[in-house]
């Protein structure tokens, strides 16, 4: 039996996960991490915390596992969040903007009269949701990062090549396609950072890291307290198109949704970089053997996180797996429609000023009835853009394989498949992001010799299959979208 270790570094915690030939889990790790907010709409993390909770967690899981050989590591990260840091003492000059950050939206409005150029170059709309804007404002705003830039010091990477960067001891500055293609800065046609783009945010282009496949090798291990030098790093992806591999995701047509701090579907288009006629984005699913894919993507800012808001912000559960049992409490919303657009709204209206909103409620609406109310939130923004792929791809969605924590949710899941009226599946590994990473570090050294050596290795959990009736559905379809009309004319 041969071992690989998977990094899933994601926006609340990280973990380490080791799996085995057969795709078995044989041990994780999970740590969180603080989430900073140093103002309305700004999101932040210490990049020393995503560094501390990474290095803690894989030692742990190796220590624990010492009798087993690691033949690889494979990453998948938080896509967005854009780390700048000094390239002689690999500290970063400023915390990690997170993928969440709304601090360069004015900006990204100024960007309209380019908006075609960067959507034909990189798939993707102008928004403060992208690495690029971050860049510039860390450039402009953090005293000596403009002037450390220019004298060729200075380092900006994803977080998977800040991993990389610490993982090798400095020795390697390298992303792979799926991550640059996040940034806002890189040309998926030509598959290279892009000079007009670059000169268009004023970002130089030495601070920017290689871009290889996402089996390429990245280099070993090498320097760092409690892990053994010499491991090699073979298979790095942003979380979200990791979870599509991981999926096996590999037909165009095939599509999935990660339902975990935000909500994320991706279908793969194959050879095709297909652009969007309704408002969402094409990135690169992934580039194996030098093949590249694609996929159209549809981002949701809130899902789980509304979990969070309600045990954290109003207090209404004390843990975020209490919120089933809450929501089951009540045989229906209650007339409670609940819009989660607590940081704007994604795919596929990209209004970033919209604000959150509960509707309906009466002297009879309980905490329950809100609960229900905001996991159906989750499920009406995942039906919204499902119906925008199928209306740009002219493909009728058949089946929605599922994943993520709030994968586990069985009501939450239920209803997706009653809204949508397409059957929901669940497979055994809900972690199928790290999945995904170790999928493509076990193809990197040679563990799988292909993609369809890997399928037998996915396995469906549970099915859910529609159970509304269909006027049912489309009347609660129709009140959603009452309440998203009111979030959007909200001036």
Same mark, same amino acid.
């Given at each position: ?5 998977a990094?899933?570094?994601?926006? =609340? ?39 501390? =909770? ?5 030692? @742990? ?11 690889? %590591?494979?990453?998948?990260?938080q ?11 690999g500290?970063?000059?400023?915390n ?11 900006? &990204? ?48 990477g =994803? ?42 945010? /004023? ?42 591999? /991981? ?10 949704n ?10 793969? &288009? /194959? ?8 408002n ?8 194996? *053997? ?5 996929a ?36 229906? *919303? ?63 969605? &058949?089946?929605?394989?599922v ?18 009226g ?24 040679? %563990?799988?010799?292909? =993609?369809?050596? @890997?399928? #037998? ?8 299959i ?7 559905? #489309?009347?609660?379809?129709? *009140? ?12």
């Amino acid at each position: 039996m041969k071992y690989i270790l998977a990094i899933d570094q994601g926006t =609340t915690s990280s973990r380490a996960i080791l799996f085995d030939s057969d795709c078995n889990i044989v041990d994780t790790e999970q740590k969180e991490f603080p989430q900073h907010f140093p103002k309305p709409g700004l999101v932040e993390h210490d990049p020393e915390d995503i560094w501390n =909770t990474v290095r803690e967690t894989v030692a @742990m899981v190796l220590d624990r596992n010492r009798d087993k050989t690691v033949e690889a %590591i494979g990453i998948a990260n938080q896509r967005e969040t854009t780390v700048v840091w000094d390239a002689v003492t690999g500290k970063a000059v400023y915390n990690a903007i997170v993928w969440q950050d709304r601090r360069t939206a004015d900006f &990204c409005a100024t960007l309209k009269d380019r908006a075609e150029v960067i959507r034909e170059k990189t798939g993707l709309i102008p928004d403060a949701y992208f690495s690029g804007t971050k860049i510039k404002w860390i450039l402009e705003n953090v005293d000596g990062a403009s002037d450390m830039a220019l004298n060729g010091s200075l380092r900006f990477g =994803t977080v998977d090549s800040f991993l990389v960067w610490r993982l090798t001891g400095g020795k390697v500055h390298a992303t792979d396609v799926t991550n640059a293609s996040r940034t806002m800065l890189f040309n998926i046609h030509t598959m290279r950072w892009d000079e007009e783009l670059l000169e268009m945010l /004023g970002i130089p282009a030495d601070i920017l890291p290689e871009v290889r496949e996402n089996t390429a090798f990245f280099g070993y291990t090498f320097g760092i307290n409690g892990i053994p030098d010499g491991i090699p790093i073979t298979g790095i992806a942003g979380d979200q198109q990791s979870s599509l591999f /991981g999926q096996m995701c590999l037909r165009p047509g095939d599509v999935k949704n990660t339902y975990g701090t935000g909500c994320f579907l991706l279908m793969n &288009c /194959g050879r095709n970089a297909l652009l969007s006629r309704h408002n969402l984005l094409t990135t690169v699913a992934w580039s194996v *053997n030098g093949e590249v894919n694609y996929a159209i993507e549809g981002s949701i800012f809130v899902a789980g996180s509304i979990v969070q808001w309600l045990r954290d912000g109003l207090g209404i559960i004390k843990s975020s797996s209490e919120i089933e049992e809450l929501a089951k409490s009540v045989p229906d *919303n209650g007339g409670v429609t609940f819009v989660p657009a607590l940081t704007g709204l994604g795919a596929p209206y990209w209004n970033p000023d919209a604000k959150g909103m509960v509707r309906g409620i009466t002297r009879g609406t309980t905490a329950a009835h809100i609960a229900r109310a905001a996991l159906e939130g989750i499920a009406f923004e995942t039906f919204d853009v499902l119906q925008a792929m199928s209306l740009d791809t002219g493909i009728p969605i &058949c089946e929605l394989k599922v994943d993520g924590g709030a994968s586990r949710n069985n009501l939450l899941m239920q209803f997706q498949a009653d809204i949508l009226g397409v059957t929901t599946v669940r497979p055994k590994i809900v972690e199928t992001t790290a999945l995904g990473a170790a999928l493509l570090a076990g193809l990197g050294v040679g %563990i799988w010799k292909s =993609t369809a050596e @890997m399928q #037998s290795h996915w396995q469906q959990d549970c099915k859910f299959i529609p159970q509304m009736a269909e006027n049912e559905a #489309s009347l609660a379809v129709e *009140n959603w979208h009452q309440a998203i009309r009111k979030v959007l004319d909200d001036k």
